[in-house]
């Protein structure tokens, strides 16, 4: 054995040089390849000639006012349109690309980091409205304020709050009766944005869209299931929240009231007896809910909580994600009744756990 092994190493002295050049090729064959696999994918990837999917869909960003090479980096990725900050945030410096224009762009799907880097430098400033959509605005006041503004028309807006061809999965979850007004109504979330002008109303819808996709995040997708309720349902009773409480720190405690009257079990609390809901039904829109009269209690529609017990057949405004969370997570109390606080010229509501205490409250008051 000490024999063989004595040749053999014999054999690799005499043979070194030999052995260090054939390693040597084959080390050199691999890097060759994978340098020219390396080189040709980044081109197909980089390439503007390249084949782009037909298919391919728009992505739409809301760029925010002074945001960084890596902000934007990081927005791309969670957007789906780039895989990892670092080749779009080496290539911006090498680009000289610092100075980005905020607002909204539509890129798709695929483009390389060259295209969007040219997208982010190209947008046209003057081009770009700066648009709030207003927590508690109906689809109504919206179209009309996009209009104002020239960004779509009214009734191209309209029409794509009542599409169904958005690809999201909770929009297919709802079934929407045709008494809905907008299958969209309720899922357009409030905020700032600056979107630009002469859009198509369904890539602006898709703009809310989005941003109500971004605020729903996976422990309120869980809170939803938990509820027992369809977030369609969630979204009707945050909308109500929103517009009767003209106050924040009211929504946990209204959003409790209104879970109580669903839950109690006299047949006349079936009935929400909500005002907004009127308003709704009546395509009003003033702020004060105090205008809804005996009479237009009885308006013939089924969004009447007045005249319809339970739900109505969507949301009847666009609420905030803090009046969504409110009935996630709502307050733990008995009140069946509410009231203007005349103790408060802030807008706070009153509570009352019954009948005879909501009674003597109002009789306090007169």
């Given at each position: 054995m000490i024999e063989l092994f004595n040749r053999f190493l014999t054999w690799i002295a005499r043979n070194l040089k030999k052995i260090i050049a054939a390693v040597g090729v084959v080390v050199l064959i691999a890097l060759i390849f994978t340098t020219a696999y390396s080189y040709g994918y980044h081109f197909m990837k980089t390439d503007p000639y390249a084949a782009k999917n037909a298919e391919a869909r728009t992505i739409t960003i809301d760029v925010p006012k002074n945001a960084t090479g890596r902000d934007i980096a990081e927005l791309l990725v969670k957007r789906g349109l780039l895989?990892?900050?670092?080749?779009?945030?080496?290539?911006?410096?090498?680009?000289?690309?610092?100075?980005f224009k905020y607002?909204?762009?539509?890129?798709?799907?695929?483009?390389s980091v060259e295209d969007i880097l040219a997208i982010l430098k190209e947008g046209a400033q003057s081009d770009v409205v700066p648009f709030h959509l207003i927590a508690g605005s109906t689809v109504d006041e919206i179209a009309e304020q996009l209009e104002e503004n020239g960004i779509c028309s009214a009734a191209d807006f309209k029409k794509a709050c009542n599409m169904t061809a958005y690809d999201i999965q909770l929009l297919r979850e709802i079934n929407p009766s045709e008494d809905r007004r907008y299958i969209l109504e309720g899922y357009l979330m409030p905020g700032?944005?600056?979107?630009?002008?002469?859009s198509s109303a369904t890539s602006v819808?898709?703009?809310?869209?989005?941003?109500?996709?971004?605020?729903?995040?996976?422990?309120?997708?869980?809170?939803?299931?938990?509820?027992?309720?369809?977030?369609?349902?969630?979204?009707i009773m945050a909308s109500v929240v929103q517009k009767e409480c003209a106050l924040k720190t009211d929504y946990p405690i209204f959003a409790s009231m209104l879970l109580n009257r669903m839950h109690n079990y006299r047949e006349?609390?079936?009935?929400?007896?909500?005002?907004?809901?009127?308003?709704?039904?009546q395509h009003r829109s003033e702020d004060s809910i105090t205008s809804v009269t005996e009479g237009d209690q009885s308006y013939v529609s089924p969004y009447n909580t007045f005249l319809n017990p339970g739900f109505t057949p969507g949301p009847v405004s666009n609420p905030s994600i803090d009046?969504?969370?409110a009935v996630l997570y709502p307050e733990d109390t008995d009140y069946l009744y509410y009231e203007i606080d005349y103790d408060n010229q802030n807008g706070a509501r009153h509570f009352s756990s019954t009948e005879q205490e909501h009674e003597a409250y109002l009789s306090s008051q007169s």
């Open positions: 895989e990892d900050t670092t080749e779009f945030i080496i290539k911006a410096r090498m680009s000289g690309a610092t100075d607002g909204v762009y539509y890129i798709d799907e695929g483009s700032t944005y600056h979107i630009i002008k002469d819808a898709k703009v809310f869209l989005d941003d109500f996709l971004k605020e729903y995040t996976g422990s309120l997708q869980q809170r939803v299931t938990e509820s027992g309720y369809t977030l369609d349902e969630i979204l006349e609390l079936s009935y929400w007896n909500m005002p907004s809901t009127v308003l709704y039904a009046a969504i969370k």
